[in-house]
Nanobody
Framework: QVQFVESGGGLVQPGGSLRLSCAAS????????MGWYRQVPGKQRELVAS???????NYGDSVKGRFTISRDNAKNTVSLQMNSLKPEDTAVYYC???????WGQGTQVTVSS
């Protein structure tokens, strides 16, 4: 099993920034992709961003140009820098890894004035 430690969520005003971090441990041999999904109550979980071991990045359309994902392969950590936050970014953000999909416990991000 993979264990996760997520941090960095919270309340921020529109236009502000937050940085999420996630550290994976345990059965982490062979992890290829690390990233983040988010979910709003009543809606499906959606991809925010992902990054492969060799640095290839993928972003959801709604966050392109505002969010930046990074990764430290040696430490098995992934971070998400979120800038120009909007109220519609409010969600629970979940760290994940592949190819054996595992999820973190989630961290709340609230964008509100």
């Amino acid at each position: 099993q993979v264990q996760f430690v997520e941090s960095g969520g919270g309340l921020v005003q529109p236009g502000g920034s937050l940085r999420l971090s996630c550290a994976a441990s345990g059965s982490i041999f062979g992890i290829y992709v690390m990233g983040w999904y988010r979910q709003v109550p009543g809606k499906q979980r959606e991809l925010v961003a992902s990054i492969t071991t060799d640095g290839r990045k993928n972003y959801g359309d709604s966050v392109k140009g505002r969010f930046t994902i990074s990764r430290d392969n040696a430490k098995n950590t992934v971070s998400l820098q979120m800038n120009s936050l909007k109220p519609e970014d409010t969600a629970v953000y979940y760290c994940y890894v592949d190819p054996v999909r595992s999820w973190g416990q989630g961290t709340q991000v609230t964008v509100s004035s």
